[in-house]
């Protein structure tokens, strides 16, 4: 090929991989580089054989020589320290207006840093969260821009080609915001997988455990929720889970070891809440959730010691599976405010221009926690560019409503059955506490009070003006 290309990319493991046979296919050229040099050759033989505009590069000088100006460089390698070392390994061979994109799970304030360092040095810096897996990044990922704000448009037109497309035909990609947003939205994404893959592992926990149903009935209790507003690739890759089997005719989810890993971002996710000050009870659960189960040598010591409830109550199988619907759908709102109110503080934080509607719609496909539900919360957003919480659009206030008495009795039944269903019950819990006008912060308030002389204020006097009372007299 005599033309130079029009994108490189660094990293050839699943993401990589995919995402250039992705953009190939959208017909863009692309050169291609590893750290372990032996996989460019491995790639160029097998998954990219007989594609002439993917070019193999042996060196970084002879990747940044085969690219197009200015150059594009995608990074997909693990996120870390891997990304500062290849940006100071880049910038000999790089010229002013040329470009570098972290695809990876960067942290957004390592992204922060990095636009800054790099905007010294002449080269635009975009960190870019990519979302779908492996599947995403080869079919089309939701792409989620952010950095330099000039970076954005030599990166419009390859980025909005390769992402998914809403079922309207809106590209799943757009500017984010400047520095790290592109990579706090990708993070609380991720945050919000987090939630929903929990609320649906307790919906599955009742309906075996409370209701006493087997593999088949609750994949196909999945496959009908799929009709509903709970319409989402989590819920349908479940249902498609549940069904499937080993060689020996087994359900394969019963041989899977029930202690569960996690790679950081649900973390990062709860961590900024604590940071920001805003209740992300749901997540934080869902995170705290697979911690006790990575407890497994304990929690079966636990079931030895620890009673729990006497019996399990007989519950209406057919009214509790609706009931269970209904609570998974509510505390999914809840979910989605609480990720919502972290966004908005964040970008209030960092100065940050989100559009909420936008977002929701950069949700809508080729991303993990897709699901027609994002089309609500981006009209909710789009009808109301102000809108203080989700929870008070009236789609999802008269969806709360509607389900709020099933929601009371799925916590009831999980609590008298003893099964933890720990994200059902925090998002009531948020529910109740943020609906209620005259809480019960007054007491905690005179405590501390009267041991730390911390102040409190006044419901007859104008707020901003604290007392303080000598309890002990
Ligand atoms: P991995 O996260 O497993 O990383 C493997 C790649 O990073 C290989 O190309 C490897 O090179 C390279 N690498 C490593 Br490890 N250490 C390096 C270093 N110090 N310097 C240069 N390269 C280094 O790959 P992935 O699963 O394809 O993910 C790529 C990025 O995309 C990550 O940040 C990941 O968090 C993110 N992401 C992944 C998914 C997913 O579903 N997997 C989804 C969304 C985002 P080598 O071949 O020489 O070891």
């Not at 889970?241 to 041989?255: H, S, V, W, Y």
């Not at 000050?277 to 697979?290: D, K, M, N, Q, S």
């Not at 009795?409 to 529910?431: D, E, H, N, Q, T």
């Amino acid at each position: 090929m005599n033309n130079k290309c029009d994108i490189g990319v660094i990293g050839l493991a699943v993401m990589g991989q995919n995402l250039v046979l992705n953009i190939n296919d959208c017909g863009f050229s692309a050169a291609v580089y590893n750290r372990t040099v032996s996989k460019v050759n491995k790639f160029l033989e097998d998954a990219a054989a007989n594609r002439s505009t993917i070019i193999g590069a042996h060196s970084l000088e002879e990747f940044c020589n085969l690219l197009k100006r200015p150059r594009k460089v995608l990074l997909m390698i693990k996120a870390g320290s891997a990304v500062d070392e290849y940006i100071e390994k880049l910038l000999p061979f790089l010229e002013d207006g040329d470009c570098i994109i972290d695809g990876g799970n960067s942290f957004f304030k390592d992204t922060a840093r990095r636009t800054n360092y790099l905007k010294e040095k002449g080269i635009l810096f975009s960190g870019t969260g990519i979302s779908g897996g492996e599947e995403g990044a080869r079919r089309g990922p939701s792409i989620l821009p952010g950095g330099n704000p000039q970076a954005w448009p030599l990166l419009k037109d390859i980025f909005q080609s390769i992402c998914a497309k809403t079922p309207a035909g809106e590209p799943c990609c757009d500017w984010v915001g400047s520095d790290g947003a592109g990579h706090y939205v990708k993070m609380i994404h991720n945050g919000i997988e987090y939630g929903d893959m929990q609320l649906i592992c307790e919906a599955y926990s009742l309906l075996k455990e409370a209701l006493g149903m087997g593999y088949p009935q609750i994949a196909e209790t999945f496959h009908n929720w799929n009709k509903t507003e709970l319409d989402s690739f989590l819920i349908e890759i479940t249902d498609k889970i549940l069904r499937f089997k080993d060689d020996d005719g087994q359900i394969f989810l019963e041989k899977i070891l029930d202690t569960a890993g996690q790679k950081g971002t649900g973390i990062w996710t709860s961590q900024s809440s604590f940071e920001l000050g805003v209740p992300v009870t749901l997540i934080t659960e869902a995170v705290y959730a697979r911690g006790v189960s990575s407890r497994l040598d304990e929690r079966i010591k636990a079931s030895s010691i620890l009673k729990g409830a006497d019996a399990i109550p007989a519950y209406d199988k057919i009214s509790m599976v609706e009931d269970i619907r209904k609570a998974l759908l509510a505390s999914k709102i809840i979910s989605y405010a609480q990720g919502f109110m972290l966004m908005e503080a964040a970008a209030k934080e960092y100065s940050w221009n989100l559009d909420f509607g936008n977002i929701a719609l950069l949700w809508r496909e080729g991303c993990i926690i897709r699901s027609v539900f994002l089309d609500n919360i981006k009209d909710a957003f789009r009808k109301d560019a102000d809108l203080q919480n989700l929870l008070f659009d009236d789609y999802f206030s008269r969806i709360l409503a509607d389900c709020q008495e099933s929601w009371r009795r799925v916590v009831c039944a999980a609590v008298s059955s003893g099964i933890a269903a720990p994200a059902f019950c925090s998002a009531l819990s948020f529910y109740d506490a943020y609906r209620c006008p005259r809480s019960s912060a007054n007491l905690l308030q005179a405590q501390r009070d009267y041991f730390g002389a911390h102040t409190y204020e006044r419901i007859d006097r104008p707020r901003g003006e604290f007392f303080h009372t000598d309890w002990a007299g």
